[in-house]
């Protein structure tokens, strides 16, 4: 019941700009932290950026200064507002929270299906 889709994701040349986006939907009573992770072929996923409730924010150091995150705590949505993008942000882009669950007791992880972002030197 609950999801989480991404969107923004494309085909874009080195140097440029690309919005993702993150929706979370479904009968949700809260959310704690939110985040974007990334898996570049034949490597591990990695945390790319997280926000709290707040607008407490944490970046991985390789997109320090590039990148972006935010939240609309309202509309349960999380964006990366990613520039300068280099061939190696090249990766599936993931969607994470941390939520409760309406009549459910508990924090969980969710992730989202991804969205592929594509940096051409």
Partial sequence: QVQLVESGGGL???GV?????CIASGPISDV???GWYRQAPGKQRELVATITFIGTTNYVDSVKGRFTISRENA???VSLQMSS???ED???YYCNAQLKRIGVVGWRDYWGQGTQVTVSS
């Fill in 75 to 77: 509309k349960n949505t």
């Fill in 32 to 34: 704690n932290i939110m």
């Fill in 90 to 92: 090249t990766a599936v």
């Fill in 85 to 87: 993008l280099k061939p």
């Fill in 12 to 14: 874009v040349q080195a």
């Fill in 17 to 21: 700009s690309l919005t993702l986006s």
